[in-house]
């Protein structure tokens, strides 16, 4: 390694060091083309449910349906609520809206519930009834809406769609997996997930035994981190990439790297890093790609020569 290559790798590390010590994270810097790139790729698994979400209160109706995803819920109703323990997995079924006023005099709003085990329930919002019924939406803490599961359920149950996150979970006991991407899995049923992934969504697949299953968002605001099209593909992902070695595509398929991989390859085997940091020279160009777990890569002139797993 010449001496140049070190300093600049120093540099790199150094970079790389000083943000995880900062408490600073890094800019994602993706160029345009990237960002092109992508949007043209994945188009068509954005624009997939992509409008299927919560209803405005203003069109709840009495009988509307709320999955309960924890039980954490019991922390949201009024002291003279029926029993609150244990509603994960039950159904909360809407009544009505009623005004009323908060301690303070100020309006608030009574979201009246009856569960499916006959639970009178009572939610009340610091919100006045007629600022609530001006709302695009609102949600009910730790429930999604029933008709929201159904609708993800009927439009992806049974169908093929190659997966491309390897993180899954064992539909028996809820571990953990680091699992395979790109491969093609067949979707068994989407359910009620838990407060922070409000679906789950069960697959089989050829390739491991057994059932699992991902998480996943929906809708369009900051917390829809995990949607369909960051979890799918309609398509083989391999088709797009011929000129890939099948050894190479098997690192791939495994989340794994090696030396003398290009930026496409990684990409495809760890996904879009968290920041890339570029140092160009007069003999070569060398970028950084940094992971929330510590991985890092280094490219000089868009080839993987050094890394961190």
């Known amino acids: 390694m010449s001496r140049l290559t070190r300093l600049i790798l120093s540099s790199l590390t150094a970079l790389t060091l000083a943000s995880c010590f900062t408490g600073i994270e890094s800019t994602p810097k993706i160029t345009s083309g990237d960002v092109r790139r992508r949007q043209t790729q994945t188009v068509a698994e954005d624009a997939f449910l992509a409008d299927v979400g919560g209803t405005r209160p203003s069109l709840w109706t009495a009988g509307k349906r709320f999955c309960v995803t924890d039980d954490k819920i019991a922390i949201i109703f009024t002291v003279n609520s029926d029993s609150k323990d244990s509603l994960a997995g039950h159904e909360l079924l809407f009544r009505s809206f009623e005004p009323v006023s908060s301690l303070t005099g100020e309006g608030s709003t009574d979201i009246v519930l009856t569960s499916d085990r006959g639970d009178d329930l009572h939610y009340v919002v610091n919100v006045p009834y007629d600022e609530l019924m001006k709302r695009e939406r609102f949600d009910i803490p730790f429930t999604v809406e029933s008709a929201v599961v159904d609708s993800f359920n009927t439009s992806m149950s049974g169908n093929r769609y190659y997966i491309t996150t390897p993180k899954w979970y064992d539909n028996e006991t809820g571990k953990e997996l680091k699992a395979l991407r790109h491969i093609p899995v067949t979707i068994g049923s989407v359910t ?118």
Not at 201 to 218: A, I, K, Q, R
Not at 231 to 247: E, G, H, Q, V, W
């Open 192 to 309: 009620p997930g838990n407060s922070v992934y409000p679906l789950k969504v069960t697959f089989t697949t050829d390739s491991v035994h057994g059932e699992h299953y991902v998480l996943m968002t929906y809708g369009r605001d900051k917390a829809s981190t995990r949607n369909f099209n960051k979890l799918f593909a309609f398509d083989n992902p391999r088709d797009k990439y011929t000129r890939i070695s099948d050894r190479t595509w098997q690192l791939i398929i495994h989340s794994k790297v090696e030396e003398g991989m290009t930026r496409d390859e990684c990409h495809l085997a760890l996904g879009t890093p968290n920041s890339i940091k570029t140092v160009p020279t007069n003999a070569a160009v060398y970028e950084q790609w940094s992971y929330d777990d510590g991985v890092y890569l280094i490219f000089e002139d868009n080839i993987l020569t050094r890394f961190r797993v």
